[in-house]
């Protein structure tokens, strides 16, 4: 078995015992594109319980395109406080609805190259929302995906894009949807940025440890 299977039947076993990622508790909850869409936006630069919580509220009032334009921008950028840049998410969201009828004839387009047209909308996002959303197959890298897979020595890249890139090369296709939920939570819980938990990493001699100077 070659060793990213090991690291990934590993770590997807070991994830199981922490909290889902809000966009993937949002897809179970929803089960459709749209609320999928509008949480990424929100989660950007905002932690999960934050998004969660806001989330509540804005679906509530919003759950479809022609909510939001009913919406002001000073009402949505209201319902979604305190999510980090609120105020710019909240003019993205107002946009949105145009931008889906006029662009893609009222449907969430289900390619990165698409979706990174929609008001903030980037890669990141982009990728996770096919993966999540669509179930398509999309490597959504973030920081801990980039960390994560530069500290294992699996790529050598220096911006996540690079890693991104170098992924859809190097990883395995049967892997590019679960990657990002897998690392997100490992990142956070386990593999931290800084002092690492290395003493109890499931993975720890399928490491290399690249940057690592100080673990637990």
């Not at 996770?128 to 920081?143: G, N, R, T, W």
């Not at 890139?165 to 892997?175: H, N």
């Amino acid at each position: 078995m070659a060793a990213i299977d090991r690291i990934y039947q590993t770590l997807d076993h070991e994830v199981q015992q922490y909290r889902v990622p809000i966009v993937d508790l949002i897809q179970v909850q929803r089960g459709d594109p749209f609320h999928v869409l509008i949480a990424t936006i929100l989660s950007a630069r905002t932690n999960d319980a934050t998004t969660a919580a806001v989330c509540e509220r804005l679906f509530k009032t919003v759950n479809s395109f022609d909510d939001l334009d009913r919406l002001t921008v000073e009402q949505i950028a209201k319902l979604i406080y305190p999510v980090g840049f609120y105020h710019t998410k909240a003019k993205h969201l107002k946009q949105l609805p145009s931008t889906i009828r006029e662009r893609f004839h009222g449907r969430i387009p289900d390619s990165v190259d698409e979706l990174i047209e929609l008001p903030g909308v980037g890669r990141k996002t982009a990728n996770l929302v096919v993966a999540v959303a669509f179930d398509k197959p999309a490597i959504c890298v973030d920081v801990h995906v980039h960390r994560i897979m530069n500290r294992l020595g699996y790529v050598e890249t220096k911006t996540p894009l690079e890693t991104e890139m170098a992924l859809r090369q190097k990883l395995p296709v049967k892997y590019w949807k679960g990657i990002n939920r897998i690392l997100v939570a490992f990142g956070q819980f386990l593999c931290r940025p800084i002092t690492p938990k290395c003493s109890i990493c499931p993975v720890y001699d399928l490491c290399e440890r690249n940057g690592v100077t100080r673990h637990a």
